[in-house]
C-alpha cells in the first residue's frame, strides 16, 4: 500500500510537470551564441554551447555520451559499476560526486562545470547552491516512461547545442528498436520482473521496460495498470507465465532466496527451460539511448534463442 | 478480574490459545487461494509435489508460524525490558537492539550478499548481544548497572545504528527499494530456515523466563527492594538482558523492526493480570503472537493482491492502543 501511494504521489507530481511543459513548450532563443532553455523548474540562459558538464543522474549520462559530449562530474553513488560498460567505456575521467540524492557541492564546484544537469524531484532543494557553480537545467529521469526519456534526450541535445543530432539519433534509436521483426508472440505470455522485498515486481505495460520493448508485441503477464505489479511467489505460480525473465545479478540476495524455494522449480517458465536472467543495472536503472538498445539486442536474443 | 482463581487462569489460558490456533489456521487457509480444511491436513499429509502442497508447506505454513512467533517474543522482549528499566513506556527499540538487528541484515544483504539467509539471522542474534552488552557497559556506574542510564545509552547506539543504515541506503538507492517492507515489518520472506531458528529461540526464552519469573519480579520492584531480598541484581539484569537480545535479534533480523508490539502487548496484558509473573509472561506471549498474526491476516487483504506490510497494520491498530494506555496510566495518577 505504502509503495502504491508513493507512485500515486510522483504520478501526480510527474503529470503536473509535464502539463508545464507543453503549455511552456521548451524554447531555444538564439541570441548569437547566447541561448535560453526552458525546462521543469524555469529557464536556464547559456552563453556558449557547454563543454564541461556534469551530471546528478545516470541516465543524463547515457544521453551524453550518445551525443560525444565530454562528462567531467558524475553522481554515480561512488559505483562505478552503477554505469553499463557500453557507456563507461565511452566515457573520460570523471569526477565522482557521491550519492544521487545528495551530491557534493564542493567537489562540483572544484571541476568548475559550465552545464549542470540536474533532476527535478531530487535536486529541487539544492537548486540556488547549484545555479552559483554553473547554469543548470532540470530534467525529470527517475519516474518517467520511455517516451520522456527520448524527449529528454532531445532537450539535453538542445543544451548542449546538438538539437538537430539529438533528433536523428532519437530517430535512428527508434528505428533500432523496431527492427525486432520476430514477434514475441512465441514466447507465450511473459512475466518480466526484479525481485524486491521477498516478492516479484512485475513490469507492467506502462514501465519503461515495456514501453521501451513495445514493438516486440509481448503479452505481458500481468494487466496492472500500474508502472509494477508486484507478486509473491504463490501468485506467480497461480499466473504461470511462458516466459519468465529476471533482472538480477551476482549480488542479488533476495532473488536468490526467493528461488530457492520448491515451488519456484513447478513454474511451467523453469520446466520448459524458458528462462532467462538479465542484468538489472541495465535492463532496470540506465533509461537511456544506449542501454535500452543493448536491451533490446537482449531481447531479441532471448527471442531467437526460445524454444 | 485481578484477582484471577487458579481455574479462570486457566480457562484465560485455554481461550487464547485456541484463538491463538484459529488465527494461524486462518493464516494457512486464506489468501491467494483460499484452501479447507481437508485440502491443509492432506497437503501436510502427503507432502507431494503438487503446487497447493508446495503452497500450503512452503510458503503459508512457516508464514503463519513465523508471524506468531515474532509477535510472541516481540511482547515478551518488551515486557522484559519494561520490568529491568521500571518503565512501562519502553521497549526493545530502547536499548538499540532493533537498530543493531536492521543495520547488520541490511549491510549483509547489500554488502555481504553470499551469506544467505540464515546468515543473516546468525548476524542479527550476535549484533543484537554486541549492542546489548556495548550499552550495558555504558550505562554501568561504577560496577552496577544503573537502571536509569540503560535506555539512554540504548537510545543513543540506536541513533547512531539507525543513521549508519541510512547512509547504506543513501549510496544504494535501488537496493532501498528492496528493504522497503523490511524496514517497516513484513512475514513475506519467512520460510522454514526461520522457523528453524525463532522457535526453538522463542521457546528457550520463554522457559527461562519461566523459571525466573521470581527474579523479574523483584527487580521490577527497584534497586532497594532487591537489596533487602538478597537478589544479585546486576547478575540478573545481565541474564535478562541477554534474552531480550535473542527475542529481539532473531524476531527483527527474521521480519524486520515491527515496531509497537513490544510497548503495546504488555501494556495491555498487566491491565488484566498484576502480581502473578508466570501468568504475565505466557499471557504476553499468547497475545503478541495473536496481534502479530491478526495483523498478518489483514494485512494481506488490505489492498489485494498487492501485500502490505505487516508493520503497517500493526501501527494502525497499535497507535490506538498505545495511547489508549498512555492515557489510563496518566488518569490513574
Given at each position: ?14 503529470t503536473?510537470?509535464l502539463?508545464?511543459?507543453?503549455n511552456k ?7 548569437e551564441s547566447?541561448?535560453?532553455i526552458t525546462?521543469?523548474l524555469?529557464e536556464?540562459?547559456l552563453?556558449?554551447e557547454?563543454?564541461r ?8 549520462v547515457?544521453?551524453l555520451?550518445?551525443?560525444d ?5 558524475i553522481a554515480d ?8 560498460e ?7 575521467e570523471?569526477v565522482?560526486?557521491g ?9 562540483l564546484?572544484?571541476v568548475s562545470p559550465d552545464?549542470?544537469i ?6 529541487k532543494?539544492?537548486q540556488?547552491e547549484?545555479?552559483?557553480i554553473?547554469?543548470t ?6 519516474s518517467v ?21 539529438a533528433k ?11 527492427k525486432?521483426s520476430?514477434?514475441a508472440?512465441k514466447?507465450?505470455t ?6 524486491q522485498d521477498?516478492?516479484l515486481?512485475l513490469?507492467?505495460d506502462?514501465?519503461?521496460?515495456m514501453?521501451s ?30 516466459t519468465?525473465?529476471?533482472m538480477?545479478?551476482?549480488k542479488?540476495?533476495d ?5 530457492n ?30 542501454s535500452t ?7 531479441e ?5 526460445a524454444k | 478480574m485481578k484477582?484471577?482463581?487458579f481455574r ?5 489460558v485455554g481461550a487464547?490459545?485456541l484463538?491463538?490456533i484459529l ?7 486464506l489468501?491467494n487461494n ?11 499429509a502427503?507432502n507431494?509435489?503438487t503446487?497447493?502442497s508446495?503452497i500450503i ?16 517474543s516481540?511482547a515478551?522482549a518488551g515486557l522484559?525490558i519494561q520490568?529491568?528499566?521500571q ?8 536499548l538499540?537492539v532493533?537498530?543493531?538487528?536492521t ?5 549483509a544483504?547489500?554488502y555481504?550478499?553470499?551469506v544467505?539467509?540464515?546468515g543473516?539471522?546468525g ?5 543484537a548481544?554486541?549492542?546489548?552488552l ?11 548497572i ?8 540504548g537510545l543513543v547506539i540506536?541513533?547512531f545504528?539507525t543513521?549508519l543504515?541510512?547512509s ?5 538507492e535501488?537496493a ?6 523490511y ?5 513475506v ?9 525463532l522457535?526453538p529461540v522463542?521457546i528457550?526464552?520463554?522457559i ?6 521470581r527474579?523479574l519480579k523483584?527487580?521490577?520492584l527497584?534497586?532497594d527492594?532487591a ?10 539484569v545481565f541474564i535478562?538482558v541477554?534474552?531480550?537480545?535473542l ?10 523492526p515491527?515496531?509497537?508490539i ?8 498487566r491491565?488484566?493480570?498484576?502480581s502473578?509473573y508466570?501468568?504475565?509472561?505466557v ?6 503472537g495473536?496481534?502479530?498474526s ?10 489485494y493482491?498487492y501485500?502490505?506490510?505487516v ?5 494502525f491498530?497499535g497507535?490506538?492502543?498505545f495511547l489508549?494506555?498512555?492515557m489510563s496510566?496518566?488518569?490513574k495518577?
Amino acid at each position: 500500500m505504502n509503495k502504491k501511494i508513493i507512485s500515486l504521489m510522483v504520478a501526480g507530481i510527474v503529470t503536473v510537470s509535464l502539463t508545464g511543459c507543453t503549455n511552456k513548450e521548451n524554447k531555444v532563443e538564439s541570441n548569437e551564441s547566447e541561448y535560453t532553455i526552458t525546462h521543469e523548474l524555469g529557464e536556464t540562459t547559456l552563453k556558449e554551447e557547454p563543454q564541461r558538464i556534469a551530471a546528478l543522474e545516470f541516465s543524463y549520462v547515457d544521453a551524453l555520451v550518445s551525443l560525444d559530449k565530454e562528462v567531467v562530474a558524475i553522481a554515480d553513488d561512488l559505483d562505478k559499476t552503477r554505469i553499463i560498460e557500453e557507456v563507461r567505456s565511452n566515457l573520460g575521467e570523471y569526477v565522482s560526486l557521491g550519492s544521487r540524492r545528495t551530491p557534493s557541492l564542493e567537489a562540483l564546484m572544484e571541476v568548475s562545470p559550465d552545464l549542470i544537469i540536474a533532476d527535478p524531484l531530487r535536486h529541487k532543494d539544492i537548486q540556488k547552491e547549484l545555479e552559483q557553480i554553473a547554469p543548470t537545467i532540470y530534467i525529470d529521469s527517475t519516474s518517467v516512461g520511455y517516451d520522456e526519456i527520448l524527449s529528454a534526450f532531445e532537450q539535453i541535445g538542445k543544451a548542449v547545442g546538438k538539437e538537430d543530432e539529438a533528433k536523428k539519433l532519437v530517430e535512428e534509436h527508434q528505428n533500432s528498436m523496431k527492427k525486432g521483426s520476430t514477434s514475441a508472440q512465441k514466447l507465450g505470455t511473459v512475466a518480466i520482473g526484479v525481485v524486491q522485498d521477498g516478492m516479484l515486481s512485475l513490469q507492467t505495460d506502462s514501465s519503461y521496460v515495456m514501453e521501451s520493448l513495445k514493438d516486440f508485441d509481448i503479452t505481458n503477464i500481468t494487466d496492472s495498470k500500474d508502472s509494477r505489479h508486484q507478486v509473491t511467489l504463490e501468485q506467480l505460480v497461480d499466473m504461470n507465465p511462458d516466459t519468465l525473465i529476471i533482472m538480477t545479478d551476482e549480488k542479488d540476495a533476495d532473488f536468490k532466496q526467493f528461488k530457492n524455494n520448491p515451488l519456484w522449480n513447478k513454474l511451467k517458465a523453469i520446466e520448459n527451460g524458458n528462462y532467462y536472467e538479465v542484468d538489472r543495472t541495465l535492463w532496470l536503472f540506465s533509461r537511456g539511448l544506449i542501454s535500452t538498445e543493448v536491451m533490446g539486442e537482449e531481447f531479441e536474443g532471448i527471442l531467437n534463442e526460445a524454444k | 478480574m485481578k484477582q484471577n482463581s487458579f481455574r479462570n487462569k486457566k480457562l484465560i489460558v485455554g481461550a487464547l490459545i485456541l484463538l491463538s490456533i484459529l488465527i494461524i489456521y486462518g493464516n494457512i487457509s486464506l489468501g491467494n487461494n483460499n484452501y479447507s480444511f481437508d485440502q491443509i491436513i492432506s497437503a501436510i499429509a502427503s507432502n507431494d509435489n503438487t503446487n497447493e502442497s508446495l503452497i500450503i508447506n512452503q510458503i503459508r505454513i512457516p508464514r503463519a508460524i513465523v508471524g506468531f512467533f515474532v509477535g510472541s517474543s516481540l511482547a515478551l522482549a518488551g515486557l522484559v525490558i519494561q520490568s529491568i528499566t521500571q518503565n512501562r513506556l519502553t521497549s526493545s527499540q530502547i536499548l538499540g537492539v532493533n537498530s543493531g538487528v536492521t543495520f547488520v541484515s541490511v549491510l549483509a544483504l547489500i554488502y555481504l550478499p553470499f551469506v544467505g539467509y540464515m546468515g543473516r539471522v546468525g548476524f542479527g542474534i550476535v549484533a543484537a548481544l554486541v549492542v546489548v552488552l556495548t550499552v550495558l557497559k555504558l550505562s554501568k556506574n561504577s560496577s552496577k548497572i544503573s537502571v536509569a542510564n540503560l535506555p539512554l545509552s540504548g537510545l543513543v547506539i540506536g541513533v547512531f545504528l539507525t543513521s549508519l543504515t541510512q547512509s547504506i541506503l543513501l549510496l544504494n538507492e535501488e537496493a532501498a527499494e528492496t528493504m522497503m517492507f523490511y524496514m517497516i515489518g513484513s512475514f513475506v520472506r519467512a520460510n522454514w530456515e526461520s522457523v528453524i531458528v525463532l522457535v526453538p529461540v522463542s521457546i528457550v526464552c520463554i522457559i527461562m523466563l519461566l523459571i525466573l519469573s521470581r527474579n523479574l519480579k523483584v527487580i521490577e520492584l527497584g534497586n532497594d527492594m532487591a537489596l533487602s531480598l538478597g537478589v544479585n541484581m546486576s547478575k540478573y539484569v545481565f541474564i535478562f538482558v541477554v534474552i531480550v537480545s535473542l527475542l529481539a535479534g532473531t524476531s527483527v533480523s527474521i521480519a524486520g523492526p515491527v515496531g509497537f508490539i513490544g510497548i503495546i502487548v504488555p501494556n495491555l496484558v498487566r491491565k488484566i493480570v498484576s502480581s502473578d509473573y508466570k501468568f504475565l509472561i505466557v499471557m504476553t506471549s499468547l497475545v503478541g503472537g495473536i496481534l502479530a498474526s491478526l495483523s498478518d491476516l489483514i494485512s494481506k487483504f488490505i489492498s489485494y493482491p498487492y501485500e502490505t506490510p505487516v508493520g503497517l497494520v500493526i501501527s494502525f491498530i497499535g497507535v490506538p492502543m498505545f495511547l489508549y494506555v498512555a492515557m489510563s496510566e496518566r488518569s490513574k495518577r
